[in-house]
Each structure stands twice: as C-alpha cells, then as structure tokens.
C-alpha cells in the first residue's frame, strides 16, 4: 500500500513548551489510524501540526511530517491552504457549530468546493446529491436547501464529513467525530465513514476518547501520554494485549470495550 503520510520524530512547541515529543508513525492508503490517550495528551495537536494549524505561539521544532512528498513544516501559508480541505480534508467534534446558521447546506457545499476548483453549482449539487445518496441519506434535495437549524446535531455532523469527502482528500483528519452524538448516531456516523473509506480508499486518522469506536473503526492504534508514543500497532494488539501500564489503565477506564 502507498505511503500517504508519515511523522518522523516530531517534536511541537507552544511559546517554547514541547508538549508533542518525537512522535512517528506511517499511514498508508485506506488505513485508519486511531489515536488514543488522556486529555491533554497532544492527540489535536498532533493533528493541527499536519494542517499547519498551530496559531501563532505553536511550531513544529524537531522532525518531519511527509506529505506528497512535501515536509508540511516547511510549506508557506499559501501552499497549506491550497492542501487544507482539497488533498487533506478535516472534520470536527461539532460540525453544526462550524456551519454558518444563515446559509444553506447547498450553499456552503458549493463555496467550501468553489474555494479550491473553477465549478458549477449544478454539478456541485449533482455530485454532493450523488454522495448523500450513496450514504444513504433521505431527502437529499431537501437536506441541500435546507439550514443547519432545519437538521438535527447528528445530521449536521453527517452532512460535514460528506461535505469534506466531496474534494476526494488522501488523507481525512477526524478530530473526536462522533464526540458529540448519541449512540444512535455515533453507530451511523461510524458506518459513514467506513463506508467512504470504502468508496474513495481514503486514509483517515481518528481521534477519539472513545475506545469503542476505535476499536470498531482502526486498523492500526497509536497510544499518546504526555505527548510521547506509548504504544503503537495493530488494534487488535494494542487493545488485547496492550504492553504499556498507561494503555492497560485507559482500557480499564472504559466500562466495556464494546464493538459497534
Ligand atoms: N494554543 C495552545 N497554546 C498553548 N498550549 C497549548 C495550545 N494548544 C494545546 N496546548 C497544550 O498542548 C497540550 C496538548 O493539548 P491537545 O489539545 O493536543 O491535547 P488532547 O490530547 O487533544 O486533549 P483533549 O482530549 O482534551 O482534546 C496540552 O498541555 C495543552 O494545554
């Protein structure tokens, strides 16, 4: 499998702070890679290190993050933007709140598509029309006129990673998905995305709090405390026959390890 991303030793700062130490790890095309660890462990920071989203006081100080061939700290602003939403798509805890509450669904879609390629909003609509179908959402024509108050907190949240996954990215950045839902809604956000997992092969890092769906989604886990790699490999080994006390203890936390 082709090599999409790779961290080699990767050292973030914040005002001079390291709180993300010599972190590696490899994905390759179609994996998902799970991220666990306690809060504050640098599980985001990992993942903004690799949108080149630290703000201003943060910085990668040590290593490489390989993408496309382009170490991601060394490119200028422009090049990150060109790569953010296009080649690398993003999705949050909360979807819905990052959905501006005075436009419509279609409208945001067209823009968030318009803002990397020349196109049409009919072939916009055709396309995103096309992916809510193959998701199985009901009332696409509807979902597409509608505003985000007209759709529920789980809808919301389906209709961002569709939205994100409309640019075909290599790798998807999915910082705590299904955080925010019910369990109902987590099981489909979860299928969601193994679904287009599926469709487009897309590489996908998870973070999530929730062991469960790691386990239920990851083929490979990478355990983070205090910003170093505790563990990483295989789920099934990580999770069954963890080697480190800190990841035997996140797994005792949980009050079943439940597989969706
Ligand atoms: N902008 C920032 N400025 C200064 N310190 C920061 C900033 N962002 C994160 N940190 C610090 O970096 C460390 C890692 O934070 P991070 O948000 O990556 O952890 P996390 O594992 O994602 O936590 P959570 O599960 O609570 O989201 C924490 O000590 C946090 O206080």
């Not at 390989?66 to 993003?90: C, V």
């Amino acid at each position: 499998m082709e090599e999409i991303l790779a961290y080699q030793s990767v050292e973030v700062c914040f005002a001079g702070q390291a709180v993300v130490h010599d972190v590696s790890f490899s994905l390759h095309a179609g994996e998902i890679l799970g991220i666990v660890g306690e809060s504050g462990s640098g599980k985001s920071t990992i993942l903004k290190a690799c949108m080149g989203l630290l703000g201003n006081s943060g910085m990668v100080t040590r290593g490489d993050i390989w993408f496309q061939g382009k170490d991601i700290p060394d490119l200028s602003e422009k090049e990150l933007r060109g790569l953010r939403g296009k080649e690398i798509g993003m999705i949050f805890q909360d979807a819905g709140a990052s959905l501006c509450p005075i436009r419509t669904i279609g409208d945001q879609i067209y823009e968030s598509v318009a803002a990397h390629k020349k196109t049409k909003k009919e072939e916009v609509q055709k396309d995103a029309l096309e992916l809510f179908e193959k998701l199985h959402f009901h009332n696409t024509d509807r979902i597409w006129s509608s505003y985000p108050f007209e759709l529920s907190g789980g809808m919301n949240q389906r209709v961002g990673i569709a939205m994100a996954m409309l640019m075909q990215p290599s790798v998807l950045l999915a910082d705590e998905p299904t955080s925010a839902l019910d369990v109902a809604v987590q099981r489909q956000v979860v299928e969601e995305m193994l679904r287009l997992r599926e469709l487009f092969g897309t590489a996908m890092i998870l973070v999530s709090h929730d062991i469960g769906v790691v386990s239920a989604m990851a083929d490979t886990v990478l355990v983070l405390k205090d910003g170093q790699v505790m563990e990483y490999g295989k789920t099934a080994q990580v999770l069954q026959t963890p080697k480190s006390e800190y990841t035997q203890k996140l797994l005792k936390a949980v009050p079943r390890l439940r597989r969706i």
